[in-house]
Each structure stands twice: as C-alpha cells, then as structure tokens.
C-alpha cells in the first residue's frame, strides 16, 4: 500500500492526480476508501448535475468509472454500494441514475470519455 503525497485533503478536493494512493483508491474505490470520500464520490455519480466540476482529476474519473462497472459486480461490490445509497438517502437518485445511465445507455466506456483518462 502506498501513503499520500503532499496534496489537500480529498475529503474536499477529491482525489488528487499524481499521488500513488490516491491511484490505488480510484483503482478500487470499494476497497480502501473512508465513508465520507465514497460517499462523495457515490454522490457525484448519481447526482452528477449538482456537482459541475465532476471530475476534478483523472484519478476522480477513474474511480466514477470503477464505481459505475460495480453497480453490476460481484455481490460484496453491489452490497457496499446499497449500504452507501441507502445510509445517504441517495436512493431517488440512484434509481434515476441506473435507469437512464445503466439500463439504457449500458456500462461500457468511460463515464467521461472527454477526461483524456487512460487505463493502465
Ligand atoms: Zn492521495
């Protein structure tokens, strides 16, 4: 596991580019991130008209597209996901979201296909 480097707090900016950690977080967003961050980052996927600046660097792109794909993972995934939903009333949202994001338009592709995001 790598540490932090030197950037502000994710809780407010979000997860930072050029930070191995932040890396490792936006790789698996259901794995090692706190409550508040996931839930931040769960919020911006559902509700994405009221967060403008969505995404506010690649490694926040790359965990939105991770969190998307986790919408149809494996259970643990899916469980941890409706707990977030569900504990943060973002229910309403979440189903608008699936319904127009998921179910119609699928889970392929990038999220934000403009981001200049690249897999490693
Ligand atoms: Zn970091």
């Known amino acids: 596991m790598s540490s932090h480097s030197l950037h502000p707090d994710t809780h407010e900016a979000g997860l930072a580019d050029s930070c191995d950690r932040c890396r490792?977080?936006?790789e698996e967003p259901l794995l090692g991130l706190d409550?508040?961050?996931l839930t931040n980052l769960v919020a911006r996927l559902v509700r994405?008209?009221?967060y403008p600046d969505t995404p506010r660097s690649l490694n926040e792109a790359l965990a939105l597209d991770n969190?998307?794909?986790a919408v149809e993972?494996?259970?643990k995934a899916?469980?941890?996901l409706r707990t977030i939903i569900q504990d943060h009333k973002?229910?309403?949202d979440f189903d608008r979201w699936?319904?127009?994001e998921v179910r119609i338009l699928g889970l392929g592709g990038s999220a934000y296909p403009h981001s200049g995001l690249e897999r490693r």
């Open 35 to 37: 409550e508040t961050n």
């Open 73 to 75: 993972g494996n259970d």
């Open 90 to 92: 973002l229910l309403v």
């Open 78 to 80: 899916r469980y941890r």
């Open 24 to 26: 490792e977080h936006a």
């Open 67 to 69: 969190l998307r794909q």
């Open 98 to 100: 699936y319904k127009r």
């Open 48 to 50: 994405r008209e009221d």
